[in-house]
Every structure is written in structure tokens, then in C-alpha cells.
């Protein structure tokens, strides 16, 4: 999960207490990527343009094309 604001985590913490049923941890940090690479370059090719921001480090690098995540465009009335 992605958290902007560090003054939530006591509160998803309590919440994570309240309703699971196994342990947990918390860890804080980044763990995404949050920018486009040279490896993704190699692995998108022209795509990388395509990929949104918000995708960036979602999906898996070691993925077949076919295996990776899908952006579905709405139909245009």
C-alpha cells in the first residue's frame, strides 16, 4: 500500500489490528519504482510513451508481454 502522508500509518495500523486475523508489518519506505529506466526502455520499446506515470514500477519486469498489465480504453460513443 502507498501512503503520501506518514500521520496515517498509526491509523491503518489500528484498522489492520481491528481486522486481521494474522500478524502483520509494517514497513516504511519506497518499495515501487517511481521513475521510467533504461530497462524499461529495452522492455517497452516505443510502448514506454503509452505507459502511464502511475504505472511505472507495477508492473513485473520479468513479465512475457502477454503477462503484463493491460490498460483497457473505454469505447467511444
Known amino acids: 500500500m502507498e ?3 506518514e500521520e496515517i500509518i498509526d491509523e491503518v495500523r489500528l484498522k489492520c489490528e481491528d481486522n486481521l486475523p494474522f500478524g502483520f508489518n509494517v514497513h516504511v519506505g519506497t518499495f515501487i519504482r517511481k ?3 533504461v ?3 529495452l522492455k ?4 514506454l510513451t503509452d505507459l ?3 504505472m511505472v514500477g ?3 519486469q520479468n ?3 502477454k503477462e503484463r498489465a493491460t490498460i483497457l480504453k473505454r469505447k467511444e460513443e
Open 3 to 5: 501512503i503520501d502522508n
Open 35 to 37: 521513475h521510467k529506466t
Open 39 to 41: 530497462s524499461d526502455k
Open 44 to 47: 517497452y520499446g516505443e510502448a
Open 52 to 54: 502511464p506515470e502511475e
Open 58 to 60: 507495477l508492473t513485473d
Open 63 to 65: 513479465a512475457l508481454l
